[in-house]
């Protein structure tokens, strides 16, 4: 499987990024897929996830009501829309995706696959 994020850049605080990820080697839809983050000089953290249905969602608590995962398995691609950036979101965002997760303490474990990331840099 491999993974391959898209769509960071530069934007003010308040705008609004859409990050995409495309699966390839295997069908989107076999994947709980994710979204990470790592800040310069922090550990890479849980940003967002979605079940394998779609009929799931699952965010940290700093971006819920900002943040949207998305997926669109006709595609193999994974979404993650920001908005009302700030400038606390500036990370390099990493896609993820795995077939045996679970959800502990509101994260999932088990991502076994992990694409490049994008870097999303918010100026205030």
Request: aromatic share 12%.
């Amino acid at each position: 499987v491999q993974l391959q994020a898209s769509g960071g850049g530069l934007v003010q605080a308040g705008g609004s990024l859409r990050l995409s990820c495309v699966v390839s080697g295997r069908t989107s839809s076999n994947y709980f897929m994710g979204w990470f983050r790592q800040a310069p000089g922090k550990e890479r953290a849980f940003v967002a996830a979605i079940n394998w249905s779609g009929g799931s969602t699952y965010y940290t608590d700093s971006v819920k009501g900002r943040f949207t995962i998305s997926r669109d398995d006709a595609e193999n691609t994974v979404y993650l829309q920001m908005n009302s950036l700030k400038p606390e979101d500036t990370a390099v965002y990493y896609c993820a995706a795995g077939q045996s997760v679970r959800i502990l303490e509101g994260v999932p474990r088990g991502m076994a696959y992990w694409g490049k990331g994008t870097l999303v840099t918010v100026s205030s």
